[in-house]
């Protein structure tokens, strides 16, 4: 089975540029996140989705990040204009639902550094 | 203010040693707790997943311990091995919503062959 993916794995721009990053998760799972990781921290939750509506985004610095899943498949997290303390790596994760004490699974990261 | 604290922030032991890992939260009106397996460059992989209703869960050489009362959990880790090697994270879940996981920053082991 595959597993989450998410592209490009590495990214770097500098500071008031936009960055878009691509999730696809695991076939069939309803439920999909997108969690911020700085070095050296525990992930942080920035958005989920139940299908191809929003859930959860208080996290989510809205005046310059924004989050789509349009089909309730792909999702992408786009960053305009990024500060240098968007550095981090931006974790997408997927769940068969978004019940209680479901497992996630994780893809790889996109590591995103801002100059 | 919910917070997840573990401890050692690293760790560093001889292959085949038993080991315990630590996360202790602020608030016991969990909702479950999980453990995560981080290696450099990589996503998370689960490792094991406990309910507030249970002590603990195990698999293979994992066993994870749960004390709400004390606020604790550890993660026991039988005849270590160099492939063990990784970041271990601690998560919490309030009931929110499953993705609202309150991590903490993890212990890095290191096991020496």
């Known amino acids: 089975e595959a597993g989450v993916a998410q592209s490009p794995r590495y990214k770097i721009i500098e500071k008031r540029q936009s960055v878009a990053f691509w999730c696809n998760p695991i076939s069939g799972h309803a439920t999909l996140y997108w969690y911020q990781q700085i070095l050296g921290q525990g992930p942080k939750l920035l958005i989920q989705?139940?299908?191809?509506?929003?859930?959860?985004d208080s996290q989510l610095p809205k005046d310059r990040f924004s989050a789509e899943r349009l089909k309730g498949v792909d999702s992408t997290l786009k960053i305009q204009p990024a500060k240098l303390e968007d550095s981090a790596v931006y974790l997408c994760a997927s769940s068969p639902s978004g019940s209680l004490g479901g497992e996630l699974f994780f893809g790889e990261g996109s590591r995103l550094t801002v100059l | 203010k919910q917070e997840v604290t573990q401890i050692p922030a690293a760790l560093s032991v001889p292959e085949g040693e038993n080991l315990v890992l630590n996360c202790s939260f602020t608030?016991?009106?969990?909702?479950?707790l999980q453990w995560f397996r981080q290696d450099p460059g990589k996503g998370l992989t689960s490792l094991l997943l406990?309910?507030?209703?249970?002590r603990e869960q195990t698999s293979g050489r994992l066993n994870a311990s749960l004390d709400k009362s004390s606020g604790r959990s550890t993660l026991y880790i039988a005849a270590s091995q160099p492939g063990d090697s990784a970041t271990y994270l601690c998560a919490v879940n309030y009931g929110g919503s499953q993705g609202n996981l309150i991590f903490g920053k993890g212990t890095k082991l290191s096991v020496k062959p």
């Open positions: 406990i309910q507030s209703s249970q």
């Open positions: 989705f139940q299908n191809n509506g929003v859930v959860d």
């Open positions: 608030d016991s009106a969990i909702y479950n």
